[in-house]
């Protein structure tokens, strides 16, 4: 005789499915855990010298860190407030050679080496936070632009008409139906940022900002693997958890259906 499924089978593979869905949204920061803890107990099994010590503490690691997270949100809430509305804005525009224009302006600042834009700030306005800030946007705004235009312009043309077709004004076209539908892939241009950001931030120790660069170059100059090391593994924890943290409120954020 052939089984049949019974009703029980379904809500099980559901919960396997959950489950399933668990293992791989902790697998991220499961793996930023096991490298934190091999570093640590890596270094505290080396004899560290002075100038070690006066980098390997929790002070100096935690006094780096807040600055590196501070540089990265920061420039994440200034591109957001700056890339968003510009994408919304050109999506609105008729003339077909203004998006164009305005992200090939957008692909030459990410374009430029980092280092070169802090270096040519410096030179013009000297050397601060504001410098490397001006470059984190710069280097890191066209994903979260390219990524709204594209949400808006991927909208089904026939749930505008519809909406117009309703009665609904221009301004409420684009917040209860274009925006909500583009949101997943602006907040896919915005885990990048993130990412962008995290990594660019390092450069900022170049104009005394500041960050887990201070870290990266100190093992660099004097020659120190476990002060390198330990930055490395700090910037990239940060950026994956970060990452892995914008990939949730991403689905979190995903309209039902989509």
């Not at 593979?13 to 668990?22: A, N």
């Not at 949400?151 to 117009?164: F, H, K, N, S, Y």
């Not at 900022?204 to 887990?212: K, M, P, R, S």
Request: hydrophobic residues 55%; glycine residues 10%.
């Amino acid at each position: 005789m052939t089984a049949v499924a019974t009703p029980a089978s379904a809500p099980s593979r559901r919960r396997s499915l959950t489950g399933v869905i668990g293992i791989r949204h902790l697998a991220t920061p499961a793996v930023v855990v096991v490298a934190l803890i091999a570093d640590y107990l890596w270094v505290h099994s080396l004899r560290l010298d002075s100038i070690e010590q006066r980098t390997l503490n929790s002070g100096y690691l935690v006094g780096r860190t807040a600055e590196h997270l501070k540089l990265t949100l920061v420039a994440t809430v200034l591109i957001m407030s700056i890339a968003v509305p510009l994408g919304v804005l050109i999506s609105r525009v008729r003339a077909r050679w203004v998006p164009p224009l305005v992200l090939g302006l957008a692909n030459v600042g990410q374009a430029t080496p980092a280092i070169g834009v802090l270096v040519l700030l410096t030179i013009t306005v000297g050397p601060g936070v504001g410098v490397a800030m001006t470059s984190l946007v710069a280097y890191s705004a066209l994903p979260v632009l390219r990524n709204t235009l594209i949400g808006i312009q991927q909208v089904d043309p026939t749930l505008i008409e519809a909406a117009r077709g309703m009665g609904m004004r221009p301004a409420q076209v684009l917040w209860r139906i274009e925006m909500p539908l583009a949101v997943p892939v602006v907040l896919a241009g915005l885990r990048t940022a993130l990412v962008f950001c995290v990594g660019v931030a390092t450069l900022a120790t170049f104009v005394n900002a500041g960050g887990l660069g201070d870290i990266i170059v100190n093992g660099i100059k004097l020659d120190r693997d476990p002060v390198l090391v330990t930055g490395s593994i700090l910037t990239a924890s940060i950026a994956l958890l970060l990452d892995w943290a914008g990939g949730l409120v991403e689905s979190a954020l995903r309209p039902k259906g989509t």
